[in-house]
């Protein structure tokens, strides 16, 4: 059996307020097309296909459309809810859905939800965890014990659940979306406190195949058989290192046998750059998302503007002299006996290591009056 495993597209993402939608657009076309080469047995959407609790028309206007493309291919397709979708709205229509062997499950339930897919050796049991707080857990299954439960315990108690509904010696994958402990993290994933969110890898043991979302790096965990597809676009600048792909798993009669990243060419690349202004603007214009790190070692002004030829895509311009010499708290305090002008002579060495010229220094006498 052939599974194509994707998550985290979150569809009506904003990067700078700039909309990603056209971008989101292009990139499921590129998915649409790995479909139609690798012709998967089922696909796998491992949460967080919205970006929030309440989507733009955009971005449900796209997921309908790519719901569209994949049932027109007769292709099952599994989604669960992460911790951006509201699970309300990602659930409506999961029954008339089913009839078209898509899947989704936003909520908890009972009974967790397991989808038998057959291949040429039998039945695959797909076991569908969508995100979800300790409480609910602990609401649905403890009614009103006094039970306060981790993050990792009720994401154990929940699986433990799924299993009783998996046959003996039967192949199975496990579709989750949860922080593993140990993961590779990004600044774009939605972050827990002092790791209070984070569940532990025994937790899947038995399952053949595990089937990850919410950390936005393609990675294994210490199983080849645990893993995270990433998002399928880059979507902060600590991403800009990473390479997009979706996950082509393989079972045979006994289970796992191999997982490979299938990359995915954005519309937009997004880049994270260092130059001085004068190389940078030396260089041919480049259309990419671009995080730029100015090296010269005196304070660029307006350098968005400068750089905007250079980079008509600039997400943000930082000046390298200034993020070195600035300090965490205000370490001056105005006092009464001193002039405004060296109240800013004292500040400006401290921010910039280097004393007033005397051209700045007449200039901004003239500007204090005097």
């Not at 479909?35 to 609790?53: C, F, L, S, T, W």
């Not at 060495?349 to 200039?363: G, V, Y």
Request: with cysteine.
């Amino acid at each position: 059996m052939k599974l194509l495993h994707t998550a985290d597209w979150h569809l009506g993402k904003t990067l700078m307020n700039r909309s990603l939608i056209e971008d989101q657009k292009f990139i499921l076309e590129k998915f649409l097309a790995i479909v139609d080469e690798v012709k998967p047995h089922a696909i796998i959407i491992a949460g967080d296909v919205y970006d929030r609790a309440d989507p733009s028309t955009e971005a449900v206007d796209l997921f309908d459309k790519i719901l569209f493309e994949l049932t027109e291919r007769k292709v099952p397709v599994l989604c669960i809810a992460g911790n951006h979708d509201s699970a309300q709205r990602l659930n409506f229509g999961s029954r008339l859905f089913a009839n078209k062997n898509f899947f989704i499950t936003a909520k908890t339930a009972d009974k967790p939800e397991t989808i038998p897919i057959a291949d040429d050796f039998g039945d695959v049991y797909f076991s569908l965890i969508p995100y979800f707080e300790p409480a609910e857990i602990r609401e649905k299954f403890f009614g009103d014990e006094q039970r306060r439960l981790t993050f990792d315990e009720a994401n154990k108690f929940y699986l433990d659940e799924a299993r009783k509904e998996i046959p003996a010696g039967a192949r199975s994958v496990a579709i989750a979306h949860v922080f593993i402990n140990g993961g590779e993290t990004s600044d774009s994933e939605r972050k827990f406190v002092g790791g209070t969110g984070t569940v532990s890898l025994e937790n899947f043991s038995g399952y053949d195949y595990v089937a990850l979302g919410h950390l936005h790096s393609a990675q294994k965990m210490t199983k080849e058989n645990i893993r995270y597809s990433g998002s399928p676009l880059k979507y902060s600048a600590s991403e800009a290192s990473h390479e997009k792909s979706v996950t082509l798993v393989e079972l045979d009669a006994n289970g796992f046998v191999s997982a490979k990243t299938i990359p995915l060419k954005p519309l937009h690349d997004l880049i994270a750059v260092e130059g001085t202004l004068a190389e940078l603007q030396a260089q041919p214009p480049c259309d990419d998302y671009a995080y730029v790190t100015l090296t010269d070692e005196k304070f660029v002004y307006d350098a968005a503007q400068k750089l905007r030829d250079a980079f008509p895509n600039l997400m943000n311009a930082l000046n390298k002299a200034r993020s070195e010499n600035a300090v965490a708290e205000p370490t001056r305090k105005f006092r009464e006996d001193v002039s405004i002008l060296e109240q800013f002579a004292d500040f400006f060495k401290e921010m910039t290591k280097r004393e007033l010229t005397d051209d700045e220094r007449a200039a901004l006498k003239e500007i204090c009056g005097g």
